[in-house]
């Protein structure tokens, strides 16, 4: 009896079905791809900055006006930004940097502050009352 066993069991090992399936391996070649022309030689970036730039906003819907522009030659650097403030001035700030001297400010307003009166709106307004019409009969 345990003989028989062990021959059932054994055969079931062996006869057990094997899962899972795996298509044959196909041969695809590695696509070959060409280097990108170049077109300029790559940045050095060994020599000093040199640019300039300016931007503006100018929006008389919302009263927005503010803006900035800057120039830089290696460690010189000089440039001012502006911004339109609420109570109607405009400031200026206006700024060098000159090698190791640091950043070196000015700030200056243009026109006059203005505060307008403001009134409140009533925060609570008292809600309709409601007269009821005759009943007659």
Known sequence: MKLFLLVAVASAAVARPQYGYSPPATY??????????SYRPAPS??????????????DSYSA?????????????????????????RLQ??????NGDSGYVAEVSYEGQAQYPAYHAAPSYSPAPTYTPAPVYG
Request: no cysteine.
């Open 45 to 58: 970036y060994q020599a000093p900055a040199k640019y300039d730039f300016e931007w503006g906003v100018r």
């Open 28 to 37: 695809r070649p590695a696509p070959a791809y060409a280097p990108a022309p």
């Open 64 to 88: 927005n006006h503010f803006g900035h522009n800057e120039d830089r030659d290696g460690y010189n650097t000089q440039g001012s930004y502006y911004v339109q403030l609420p109570d109607g």
């Open 92 to 97: 200026k700030v206006t700024y060098y940097v």
